[in-house]
């Protein structure tokens, strides 16, 4: 069973950084996607950020709204990915969730709808 634990959120001022990782158990970490997505409240949840690893290439997707101030990076066992959020404002205040699925193409990487398995997701609140 594949289980998937998010932690690193908290509240933050404007302009200021947190690093959110991913911990993953139950899963071949390194032959499927990775991806984190975001909820406001109120909101549908949106696409943040994947990584699909297959063999030795690394694809990483990127959202535009938080493209150069998000990256991505994963542990050298392949076994957690982190989310390094830097220049944050009030707008990306969400839960973060980070999820993973059965199939390791990159078929609609940006669709919720895709993945099969989520963590409980960590709160990230930057104060103006």
């Known amino acids: 069973q594949v289980q998937l634990v998010e932690s690193g959120g908290g509240l933050v001022q404007a302009g200021g950084s947190l690093r959110l990782s991913c911990a993953a158990s139950?899963?071949?970490?390194?032959?499927?996607?990775m991806a984190w997505f975001r909820q406001a409240p109120g909101k549908e949840r949106e696409f943040v950020a994947t990584?699909?690893?297959?063999?030795?290439?690394?694809?990483?997707y990127i959202a535009d709204s938080v493209k150069g101030r998000f990256t991505l990076s994963r542990d050298n066992a392949n076994t957690a990915m982190y989310l390094q959020m830097a220049s944050l404002k009030p707008e990306d205040t969400a839960i973060y969730y980070c999820?993973?699925?059965?199939?390791?193409?990159?078929?609609?990487?940006?669709?919720?709808?895709?993945?099969?398995?989520w963590g409980q997701g960590t709160q990230v609140t930057v104060s103006s």
């Open positions: 999820a993973t699925r059965n199939f390791s193409t990159d078929y609609e990487i940006m669709n919720p709808a895709q993945y099969d398995y």
């Open positions: 139950g899963h071949t970490f390194s032959r499927y996607v």
């Open positions: 990584v699909r690893w297959s063999g030795s290439v690394t694809a990483t």
